[in-house]
């Protein structure tokens, strides 16, 4: 791997990371869900850009919520990241909703109701 391939993926890490910590520390605002986590990130080669893919568990109020805190704090957010990691550029934050854990938890259930319905039907 050459070297700017290696930081690229050292500053996502490090990115979602920080943002991780900033919205489940520095957030006050209740409108973000008590289960948001921040999925991944991917940044352009030149830290102009990152977009920042975060889960979050509930129904659609708190999802929407969720996301309209997050925009609003945007700057807020941006401003702790450049102060903590220390980046030449600082990227502006684009916030994508990732519903890949909302849908592990969705099949999960349904295999735990499958395997529920089996051993219901072995046992009579």
Do not use: W
Request: proline share 2%; charged share 35%.
């Amino acid at each position: 791997m050459n070297k700017s391939g290696h930081r690229s993926g050292r500053n996502n890490s490090d990115i979602e990371r920080v943002l991780g910590e900033i919205i489940r520390r520095d957030l006050k605002d209740p409108r973000i869900g008590l289960i948001t986590s921040v999925v991944k990130t991917e940044t352009t080669k030149d830290l102009s850009e990152c977009k920042v893919y975060i889960s979050v568990l509930g129904d659609e109020k708190v999802q929407k919520d969720t996301f309209e805190a997050l925009g609003r704090a945007g700057g807020f957010i941006r401003h702790r990241l450049a102060e903590i990691l220390n980046l030449r550029n600082t990227p502006q934050l684009h916030f994508i909703h990732d519903r890949s854990i909302e849908y592990g938890v969705n099949m999960s259930k349904k295999i735990d109701e499958i395997v529920g319905a089996d051993r219901s039907n072995e046992e009579e």
